[in-house]
């Protein structure tokens, strides 16, 4: 391979379009080269933005044991290809194998060659599968043509249509795991984000650069580009079995929101903007499947009991006089070690929040002991409900009193 020389044009991959000027003939194939030609330069456009969940889309379960189903709600992603892939209405995926085999089974993205495309797996034994959708394309209508010996190809169509498609890929759960169903969702959500690696055990690795690059956050991105494709966009973890059907729906363990790629995504050190859409993403997740236990006994539950990991911060909410159900502070933190509530101001809670995406999640059986706030607005309101902060105690002390801000019996003051 011979070198390039500076100050001289470097073609090789670049876009290559049509140039038009009056008299010239065009082909079918001309005008499909300018369509590729733009179709790219959003795909660079979407590169640059960088990809999952813009908004919508969200997971829930629906269906029956027999024959489960998922609603998808109307939405938009872009894959890691670049591509934008809308769903423009809500749908009820089906998870179950249909009767027969589908016809016309869209291509996954336009100009491809007519033919069925790969959809996945169905649920058809127990375990944890993620649910993607991806773009795809369809015709429509019959395009007349003229030197073929019959109009019958199935290619020739009159239009392209611009579409989805959902797929499910099953995850690599131990058996192990899955018998541990008071634990499962806590469990696959630790293997989603990638709680066991830690990229500063070993920054500088076995390795010189640039063949040293980051391990995989977890079992999702372990999947790239394998078992799943880069125009794949994963929207939700589902636990199914055949007894009880789908066990949960968990969006925050697969979702994240649309983050740009930079030039530090190829360092081992977690100080991109993908490590502060996971950090997010870890909050989420605890919080929505807090809600759903809300759903039970919230009083008489204890974290240990369903969660091997706790966040480095989350909102947990009390019993209120207003009849509204809540979690027991001396319950749910049983058997752990905790400090407080320690009563703050509420304008400290964002800062708060946005420094924990910093913070690795808390392994439980380590004993590690955590904070617990209170915003001084909470606990002097007769109508809101109230909660507390937990707060991983890695984390710096939030609690310092400011005589600046002082208010009777609602400050720190030692």
């Known amino acids: 391979m011979s070198a390039t020389r500076v100050n001289t044009p470097f073609f090789d991959g670049g876009l290559t379009s049509i140039k038009f000027f009056n008299g010239r003939l065009l082909s079918g194939d001309d005008l499909s080269t300018e369509q590729t030609a733009n179709i790219q330069a959003r795909e660079r456009l979407g590169l640059a933005l960088g990809d999952g969940v813009v908004n919508g889309l969200e997971v829930t379960a629906s269906g029956s044991a027999t024959q489960p189903t ?99 890929a099953q995850l690599p759960i131990a058996a192990s795991d899955l018998a541990n169903t008071a634990q499962l969702r806590n469990i696959v959500a630790a293997r989603c984000f990638g709680f066991t690696v830690d990229p500063l055990i070993d920054p500088f690795g076995t390795l010189p650069p640039p063949q040293r690059t980051p391990a995989p956050q977890g079992i999702i991105e372990a999947l790239w580009p394998d078992t799943l494709s880069l125009d794949e966009v994963p929207l939700a973890v589902v636990s199914w079995t055949a007894n009880a059907g789908i066990t949960f729906v968990d969006m925050w363990s697969a979702r994240r929101r649309l983050s740009r790629s930079d030039a530090a995504d190829d360092t081992v050190l977690p100080i991109t903007r993908r490590d502060v859409a996971r950090g997010e993403a870890i909050l989420l997740q605890f919080q929505d499947q807090l809600q759903s236990i809300l759903a039970g006994s919230p009083a008489s539950f204890s974290a240990t009991s369903a969660f091997k990991y706790l966040p480095p911060l989350g909102l947990l909410p009390l019993p209120s006089t207003a009849s509204r159900v809540g979690f027991s502070q001396a319950t749910f933190f049983q058997g752990l070690t905790v400090t407080g509530p320690i009563d703050i101001e509420g304008a400290r809670a964002e800062a708060m929040i946005r420094e924990s995406f910093r913070y690795p999640p808390v392994d439980l059986s380590t004993g590690e002991m955590f904070w617990t706030f209170q915003t001084r607005q909470n606990a002097q309101s007769s109508t809101a409900r109230p909660y507390l902060f937990f707060v991983t105690g890695q984390m710096p002390y939030f609690g310092e009193a400011r005589y600046d801000v002082a208010r009777f019996d609602y400050a720190a003051w030692t």
């Open 70 to 168: 998922v609603t998808v709600q109307s939405g938009l992603a872009f894959n890691r290809s670049g591509d934008a892939v809308q769903l423009a209405n809500t749908v009820d995926v089906g998870l179950y194998a249909p009767a027969a085999p589908a016809a016309n089974i869209p291509s996954p993205s336009p100009f491809t060659p007519c033919g069925p495309a790969d959809l996945g797996v169905y649920l058809s034994t127990a375990g944890v599968y993620l649910l993607t959708i991806a773009p795809a394309s369809g015709t429509q209508g019959r395009a007349p043509v003229l030197g073929l010996a019959d109009g019958s190809d199935k290619c020739n169509a009159k239009y392209l249509l611009e579409g989805v498609q959902f797929r499910l």
